[in-house]
């Protein structure tokens, strides 16, 4: 069966103390291929996630270019009128589980 496509990859993240995203280290896709590594605000990628863009976990494959190792799918949840982006559908709060803090 074919992976679906990804319009980017979440390498690491950065919790503010609040407990939200401070920002992520990601690829995002170009055409083809990705670009060299980004860093996403929360706001950022709360505008990619609205917009349709599909997010997954993971890493880049040493020496592989645009070949990734790809984990959970990245969500937009809405709760009681508040966002939050997590790798769960039931989270409370902002959560990207198994992906490395920075």
Do not use: H, W
Not at 15 to 25: E, S
């Amino acid at each position: 069966m074919a992976e679906k496509k990804f319009d980017g990859v979440i390498e690491a993240v950065r919790y503010a103390r609040n407990g939200q995203i401070d920002f992520v280290r990601a690829y995002e896709r170009r055409g083809v291929t990705f670009s060299d590594c980004v860093l996403l605000d929360r706001k950022v990628l709360l505008e990619r996630l609205k917009s349709k863009k599909r997010f997954v976990t993971g890493e880049r494959r040493q020496l592989l270019a645009s070949t990734f190792d790809s984990g959970r799918e990245v969500n937009l949840v809405t709760r009681a009128g508040r966002e939050f982006v997590s790798t769960r559908a039931d989270a409370a709060g902002d959560e990207l589980e198994s992906v490395p803090v920075i």
